[in-house]
């Protein structure tokens, strides 16, 4: 096999072997192909696409390119949940949680937020103290002893996805829907979970913008998860507004909180409420939808999916006193309210201008080395569908630095529209694939 071959057959559309793949893969982590033949290759994928066994023959050398973490030590049935990335969207702090509580095992492995999206280890180490880097023995045993931990995905998760993705970054590459499902399902199979609930996001602020793309994305994830032995179920859920009300760390940490104290806003409720029943249901503790539902909602009443919060944070060196007295949690200088100069409804809250402003401010990456400022952010008081007054508060901005609030404030602007007519809530749940 040469890798010149390999390029050739899929720049004109012919589908390539399980050998040729893994060849192809195997030769671009070792750098005996070099980048500049992977880099063709993915460009020529992003054109050409992959059936469903090229896909599952490329997440395969993906995962076999790193070790498959070893969760035999845990009992039950392990269950995951990933988001393809979205905008005030800290489901996985509210979700997990609940779910935990209702005896469901998760050890999961998180990442870090990259350009307009959030990341889960970020918002953990908002909390002082935190440690998101544990062994794998760690790992298990607070699994074990508390029903659920949050890390950070080990150096040998997946090296073929590290190098994959540098390429895909730079070669304008990322949004192909084969490329996104390898990437994560390669992961999500690595992470040696039993079950797995995607929640694939549809609109403005995701990658897939419209739904017929999106369907495809999670009909080759949920096949690849199957194929793979994992029971696998995608949520289609709406990313034109940011999901929840808070971008940014510190923020968001206080929003999952407070949805786990019965206080959150219920386009996030709504949708953790859908993806933590379909994890209940898939690791065997409910057996229907509604079962599930009242299962979540009995612990987010009860308050043990707050407490459930609290042991995991505990045991991996948080303070749990942030959880409560949130003025423990980095907090910015500059606090900045965006009001409304006239009635309105809002009519659209574009989420990936929003997460890029967000990130302009300190909260998120613009590279993978940036550095980032846990305290930044900014917290959306009126979501689409809503009435504003005159005088009232739009965009709460929460800045440490004048001249770049400064600089994001007419961008914010932009992102919101208005309307004098009366604007319908749009559609959270789009589409089940299972
Ligand atoms: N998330 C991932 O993990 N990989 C992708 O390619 C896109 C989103
Ligand atoms: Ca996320």
Redesign the pocket.
Known sequence: IRAVDVIRKKRDGVPLGDDEIDYFLKGCCSGDIPDYQTAAFLMATYFRGMNEKEVFSLTDSMVRSGKVVDLSGIKGTKVDKHS??GVADTTTLVVCPLVASCGAPIAKMS?RGLGHTGGTLDKLEAIPGMKVSLTLDEFVNIVNSVGISIISQTDDLVPA?KKL?SL?DVTAT?DSIP??AS??MS?KIAGGSDVIVLDVKVGKGA?MKDLKDAMTLAKMMVNIGETSGRRTVAVLTDMNQPLGRAIGNSLEVIEACEALKGRGPSELMEVCLALGSYMLILAGIAQSFDIASKLLQDALVSGRGMDKLKEMVKAQGGDINALEDYSLLPQAKIKYELKAQEDFYISELDAEKLGLCAMKLGAGRAKKEDKIDLAVGMVINKKVGDYVSSGESVVTIHGNDERLVEEVLPEIKSAVKTSKQKVAKGKLIHAVVQ
Do not use: A
């Open positions: 393809t990335g990442g996805d993705y895909r990322v490329l996104i990437s994560v992961k990658f």
